[in-house]
């Protein structure tokens, strides 16, 4: 009765480690690059996932985006909480006014809503997180190909919080762990973010490719903890960028 | 439309105190005294003070105030107003500093008022990142409101809060980059 007892805690033991080391490395290895990407010739489409995270969120992503080469950017989808009506008529005025191309809206359930308790969210978060894996990580294995001939969700998903855009960024990191093609990912902090991140970006910046901040006090207050933290050579985090303002 | 026209708004979340504070018979006298003609309250899931409703509301002090929960074209009514009071939110501050629609108003003002009852709370930050450049005025306590107001005095013939433009090809070139377009 012990010994497979003791033998399915140990499997169990040596598998979170193996999986924990996996993850480890590929997130190393996600912010080791040195190299650039490879090319994309000038002419070819991409498919670009955007992520209106309501109120606020919503209004700065859609200044982001407002000057985008949508020729290029022919394949979109816009990702919504469920039951965000208003950014899902910002969505379908900003297609109204593009008129080329194609897109579909994803509309996940609520990770947390301003002022729910920290205490329930986790369970809000889970359902969350189920739902986004099945349409990010899995559906597009088993789809057709996209524009640039990859099983991906998209090319490239951009994030900019709030706390639901965490399940979206774990989603869409995950086939990296298997070596699968993935989307590229890049979170922008909001504007109202001068001197401290927000939860949201704490939480995805291991996961993400390139990470922005908006005010440059903010940049240098990151670099400064970064280089205070750091552990041996490993990279757990994507560097800190700042452009000015974005929105 | 845009002219005389005062606005508050909350965004997307509560903010009871400064909407009770923003209907107070001293503020909406002293919006008044200011050549304010019309309010325009959104106040999002805030609870009314007792005595207004949803909608145009009499007019005391000479000012018509029309109280609104959300609008789709909120962000165009407030880069036309020229007075705004706002909670310190990233998005209703854009929707003043980057007017959709340009406004008639020769001087336009923004009254910041940070809202510290929201979790992760960092308006406050972004308030004081204004104030201190000169681009707001801040008003630390929404209880403060009508004292704020009242120091705002008559337009002067300053020029206008230069914010930093807004470069369309700065996204753009991020995404590329990332993806490879060289």
């Known amino acids: 009765m012990i010994v497979p007892l003791l033998l399915l805690l140990s499997s169990l033991v040596l598998a979170i480690t193996v999986l924990a080391l996996r993850l480890l490395t590929v997130i190393h290895h996600t912010h080791a690059r040195s190299s650039p990407p490879p090319r994309r010739q000038q002419d070819a489409p991409a498919s670009l996932a955007v992520f209106l995270g309501s109120g606020g969120h919503t209004a700065e992503m859609m200044r982001l985006v407002s000057g985008l080469d949508w020729q290029r950017y022919s394949t979109r989808v816009w990702i919504i909480s469920s039951g965000d009506l208003l950014s899902e008529s910002k969505a379908l005025a900003l297609e109204k006014q593009i008129g080329t191309g194609s897109f579909t809206l994803l509309r996940i359930p609520r990770a947390r809503r301003v002022h729910q308790s920290y205490l329930t969210s986790p369970f809000t978060t889970l359902y969350s997180l189920a739902y986004c894996l099945w349409h990010i990580s899995l559906a597009p294995l088993l789809a057709s190909v996209g524009p640039s001939g990859r099983r991906v969700f998209a090319d490239l998903i951009l994030l900019n919080g709030p706390g639901s855009c965490v399940p979206i960024a774990v989603s869409a990191f995950l086939p990296r762990l298997l070596d699968l093609p993935s989307p590229s990912l890049i979170y922008i902090e909001s504007l109202a973010r001068t001197r401290r991140l927000s939860v949201s970006a704490k939480l995805v910046r291991p996961l993400v490719d390139r990470f922005f901040v908006q005010w440059e006090t903010l940049r240098d207050a990151l670099r400064e903890g970064d280089a205070k933290r750091k552990v041996g050579a490993w990279r757990l985090k994507a560097e800190v960028e700042w452009e000015g303002w974005l929105v | ?182």
Not at chain 2, 84 to 90: I, K
């Open chain 2, 1 to 182: 439309m845009a002219e005389h026209h005062a606005i508050l708004t909350v965004g997307s979340t509560r903010f009871d105190s400064l909407v009770t504070s923003f209907l107070s018979p001293t503020a909406l006298a002293i919006l008044s005294s200011l050549g304010i003609k019309t309010a325009l309250a959104q106040i999002g899931a805030s609870e009314l003070p007792t005595g207004w409703t949803e909608g145009v509301n009499a007019i005391p002090h000479g000012v018509r105030v029309e109280i609104i929960r959300f609008a789709s074209d909120l962000e165009d009514r407030v880069g036309q107003a020229e007075l705004v009071v706002s909670h310190a939110g990233a998005g209703s501050i854009l929707s003043f500093i980057r007017p959709t629609i340009p406004s008639s108003a020769p001087q336009r003002r923004l009254v910041l008022v940070p809202n510290s009852t929201l979790m992760d709370s960092h308006q406050a930050d972004l308030a004081d990142e204004f104030g201190s450049k000169g681009w707001g005025t801040v008003c630390e306590n929404p209880e403060a409101l009508s004292a704020t107001l009242s120091s705002l005095g008559k337009p002067s013939s300053a020029s206008a809060a230069s914010y930093p433009a807004y470069s369309a090809k700065k996204v753009s070139l991020i995404l590329d980059s990332t993806l490879g377009y060289s």
